[in-house]
């Protein structure tokens, strides 16, 4: 969905420094009309395979990310009761410091199963 040459160049043109990782479709063929850090992502597909490019770029951090708004949606909620900004942002900060308390309580361990 997002590996298109209009977002890498509206990334790039908000975020000049920021590394562009964005797994290509599985249709999409290396052609001069993509975008540089397209190109480079769909070689590095290619040279690599998709679980090896995901390895070296380090794709699966992003999971971690996901996982802690999915935790905290889930405990804390979808919307803020809040309506002025200042409150807000004293709502997440709770959020926040409720959902490191229950990290520091304890995570499940988790493994993999071969």
């Known amino acids: 969905m997002y590996d ?3 977002v890498y160049q509206t990334l790039e043109d908000h975020f000049p420094d920021a590394e562009i990782v964005i797994p ?7 052609d001069e009309v993509h975008h540089p850090k397209r190109m480079s ?5 290619f ?3 998709i679980i ?7 794709y699966g951090k ?3 990310s996901e996982t802690a708004m999915q935790r905290y949606k889930k405990i804390i909620g979808n919307t803020l009761h809040s309506r002025e900004f200042e409150n807000q942002s004293t709502e997440m900060l709770l959020g926040c410091s409720i959902l ?3 990290t520091h309580i304890g ?8």
Do not use: E, H
């Not at 992502?41 to 597909?45: E, Q, R």
């Open 24 to 30: 290509p479709k599985d249709n999409t063929f290396a």
């Open 4 to 6: 298109t040459n209009a």
């Open 52 to 58: 090896g490019w995901q390895s070296v770029r380090q």
């Open 100 to 102: 490191n308390r229950f």
């Open 47 to 49: 040279a690599l395979g």
């Open 41 to 45: 992502n769909l070689i590095g597909c």
């Open 62 to 64: 992003r999971n971690i």
């Open 107 to 114: 995570m499940p361990k988790s493994y993999r199963v071969a």
